[in-house]
């Protein structure tokens, strides 16, 4: 006995058959407009259209760049925080896309005094990190299966090598202010986005005399010297965060040996059916899948990452998993982002400052910490650079204070960021369901089994008062590619996670900055107000 799959309460009015169900356009008005099932509402989008309005009503226009316009809006050192996520941003793009880095010839990487390429030695380190991993899987693969002492022994031990080509962790409880590294890549996030023109100059009719030349050539000279080290910057940076997601990658795995060989409760339902025995709990996980993961946020886009962890809670490698594992795979997926990010902030935040106060009065313009001109690069040793390029800037306890309150206010952003975003803003959990509901299942040919199985004994008393059998109504199971069809139009986000984080990021930090310009207005008005009725109160004393 087979009943169709429920389908939405305007599928029902309209007579629509859910076995074609070609899909529904979701937005603010599809539950109104036929096939919907919410309307998007946003606090945070609420709180930037608002913050867009008071701009626009102040007369600065805001059609062309939209919310870019808030970027416009910052002081100079909250522009510090948006650039820094602008160049997370740019990392997580970069390895969400499965992009490579490519083959650089050593000539063009170094610059035009011969100063030492930034983040060489830490980008090093991470790529034969990364080798040794890959040969320890490929030892340890020699099991087809592993059991749970082996999976976490590997896991342990995958962890622990990819540790050693990754800086040390960042001392949380007690961080260093104005701590300074012009060797790490990370030093250099602010600069992935910017363009190096900028610091030339809007170009002008001048006479052409020798020393315009002189000093044309060598503001030319400069900026290939600041290209040079940006692009190499950037190429570690991307480096180092796959060696974060790797690392990350083994962590989940580790957390969610349970998750990940539990059997559900469909599966024990149909092997019931089939009269065959089936374990609750698989005792062992497939390791050529484990190694494909890893080598999917190695080396692919996220889209293979999803991939990979379906073929994972996939058991019986049909390619077909419930709704439930549905769940557990987009939400593994993720997981591993969350922590490299979270682990990218942290060393960020322990090799640059977050205020160019904090970097002294003699380098309160560098030009990697938003500064106008560009300071001497190079500084550092031939021999030891990651040595010669640290410093712990003495600081008074002002600007020390001022450091670690804007470094807690963006951590704190972040961690909201990443707690919130898929949860709340994107609604995964919804949106799982919708796709799951629309897609158009070759399983039991779209339908519900209605099935009738021997009620076990771990119904106990119950299985007494309703017989030895027991109803069950079974789901049918979805692949991959029907996955695929429905969440390329309906959750776009999961093709971008650490992108779609980033970009979050920033908007909370729109936030959090137009809020402070709101309060602060805010606090001048009443002061006014104040000053205003004390004028008056004195002025009829006085007569």
């Not at 997370?88 to 083959?103: C, I, P, R, W, Y």
């Not at 996980?285 to 379906?310: D, G, H, P």
């Not at 709340?424 to 369901?433: C, F, G, P, T």
Request: hydrophobic residues 35%; proline residues 3%.
């Amino acid at each position: 006995m087979a009943r169709p799959v429920p389908t939405t309460s305007q599928q029902a009015a309209t007579g629509a058959p859910p076995a074609k169900n070609k899909g529904f356009t979701m937005g603010t008005d599809s539950n109104t407009t036929g096939g919907g099932v919410w309307a998007q509402t946003s606090a945070k989008r609420d709180k930037l259209n608002e913050l867009l309005t008071e701009l626009n009503t102040s007369g600065v226009e805001t059609g062309t760049k939209g919310m870019e316009t808030l970027d416009e809006a910052a002081s100079v050192q909250d522009k510090l925080d948006l650039e820094f996520a602008d160049g997370l941003k740019m990392v997580a793009k970069f390895v969400d896309d499965g992009m490579k880095n490519n083959d650089t010839d050593e000539a063009s990487i170094k610059d035009l005094k011969n100063a030492v390429t930034m983040g060489d030695e830490a980008s090093l380190a991470a790529k034969n990190a990364t080798k040794q991993m890959f040969q320890l899987l490929e030892s340890a693969s020699t099991l087809e299966e592993w059991e749970k002492s082996k999976f976490e022994a590997t896991m342990h031990e995958v962890i622990r090598v990819l540790s050693t080509g990754l800086p040390p962790d960042p001392n949380l409880k007690n961080p260093v202010a104005g701590s300074l590294d012009t060797a790490h890549p990370f030093c250099y996030l602010r600069e992935f986005v910017k363009d190096s023109e900028e610091n030339s100059g809007d170009s002008e009719d001048t006479e052409d005399t020798s020393i315009a030349d002189e000093e044309e050539v060598e503001v030319e000279q400069q900026l290939q010297i600041l290209n040079n080290v940006v692009t190499q910057a950037f190429s570690s940076s991307t480096e180092l965060y796959r060696t974060l997601l790797l690392r990350a990658t083994a962590q989940t795995l580790l957390e969610n040996w349970d998750t990940i060989t539990t059997v559900t409760s469909g599966d024990i339902d149909r092997a019931a059916v089939a009269k065959t025995a089936i374990s609750p709990q698989r005792s062992t996980v497939n390791a050529k899948n484990i190694q494909k993961l890893f080598e999917s946020y190695s080396n692919e886009s996220s889209k293979e990452w999803v991939q990979s962890w379906w073929d994972i809670l996939d058991a019986d490698g049909d390619g077909l998993i419930d709704e439930e594992e549905l769940t557990t795979c987009v939400d593994l997926a993720t997981k591993p982002v969350h922590l490299a990010l979270s682990d990218m902030v942290y060393m960020s935040l322990e090799v640059c400052p977050m205020r160019t106060a904090s970097l002294g009065s003699n380098e309160a313009t560098a030009w990697f910490l938003g500064g106008e001109t560009i300071s001497d690069i190079n500084t550092t040793s031939d021999t030891n650079p990651s040595a010669a390029a640290t410093t712990d800037n003495k600081l008074s306890w002002r600007i020390r204070r001022r450091e670690l309150k804007a470094r807690k206010m963006l951590t704190k952003t972040f961690q909201a960021t990443l707690k919130r975003h898929f949860r709340d803003q994107v609604e995964v959990s919804h949106r799982l369901r919708c796709i799951y509901a629309w897609a158009d299942k070759s399983h039991q040919s779209n339908k519900i089994d209605s099935i009738v199985v021997d009620a076990t004994d771990e119904w106990g008393a119950a299985s007494s008062i309703v017989g030895r059998k027991r109803y069950v109504e079974l789901e049918p199971k979805i692949s991959y590619a029907e996955f695929r069809k429905e969440q390329a139009r309906h959750f776009p986000h999961l093709d971008s996670i650490g992108e779609e984080i980033a970009m979050s990021f920033k908007e909370d930090l729109w936030v959090v900055q137009g809020k402070g310009r709101q309060n602060k207005e805010l606090r001048r008005d009443i002061f006014l107000f104040l000053l205003s009725i004390s004028v008056v109160d004195v002025v009829i004393a006085i007569l």
